[in-house]
């Protein structure tokens, strides 16, 4: 496998990889829109999210990860994905100041994927496996 195949199959597996996360958390809005509301008011602020909301986020959120793990539109849908997951990761902040007090360990798996994003937006017009044209970058 040569240098260009080797860094396409990377670049598919991290968009495989951060897909996987942010379908699950998109899926929990479907499965639990309460705890999505608590989310919603914990971590952004945003207060009063009823169930017909939380479906309506997750319905936007599952056309962006369509495209995403796709590969189409790259600019849109991997800028989208980064700026939502950063977002996600910096509303955490208080976690971090006590990484040892009950789950916020795991909060930390937030940097990571943080990087993953960012690498594929930045190395979106090298992401060849993929069904978006190159034009789509």
Request: aromatic letters at 14%.
């Amino acid at each position: 496998m040569n240098q260009t195949n080797r860094l396409a199959t990377s670049l598919l597996f991290l968009r495989l990889g951060v897909f996987l996360v942010m379908a699950m958390w998109t899926l929990d809005k479907f499965i639990r829109p309460d705890h999505a509301a608590g989310i919603f008011a914990s971590f952004y602020g945003i207060e009063g999210l009823d169930a017909t909301m939380a479906y309506v986020v997750g319905g936007l959120e599952l056309l962006l990860l369509g495209a995403f793990v796709l590969g189409l539109a790259r600019r849109w849908s991997y800028g989208l994905v980064l700026l939502i997951h950063g977002v996600s990761t910096f509303s955490s902040w208080r976690q971090y100041l006590a990484p040892f007090e009950g789950p916020n360990l795991l909060f930390f798996a937030a940097w990571p994927m943080l990087a993953a994003c960012l690498a594929l937006y930045l190395l979106r017009d090298s992401d060849t496996m993929s069904l978006g044209s190159s034009s789509a970058k």
